[in-house]
């Protein structure tokens, strides 16, 4: 999920925690697929809902910081 997408979603209502759950399992599920191949069965690390959870909250909290820069200028 692109950073767009996640500010998308978060704008039509859902909330950090449900947008943390879905990025967890898509994030998930690409590592999944690349370790099925026999030669990358170590590569990546699955990761958990609190480390989603933050990195949806950097996202949101850096959209929230360069949006309200923008209304101090106007």
Same mark, same amino acid.
């Given at each position: ?22 990025? /967890? /399992?898509?994030? %998930? ?5 690349? /370790?099925? %191949?026999?030669?990358? /069965? ?28 923008? %209304?101090?200028?106007?």
């Amino acid at each position: 999920m692109k950073k767009q997408e996640i500010i998308q979603k978060w704008k039509a209502g859902l909330s950090k925690h449900k947008l943390a759950e879905i990025y /967890r /399992r898509e994030f %998930n599920q690409q590592i999944r697929i690349i /370790r099925s %191949n026999v030669r990358h /069965r170590h590569d990546g690390k699955f990761i958990t809902n609190y480390e989603s959870l933050a990195y949806i909250e950097k996202i949101i909290y850096e959209y929230l910081k360069t949006n309200a820069l923008k %209304n101090d200028k106007i």
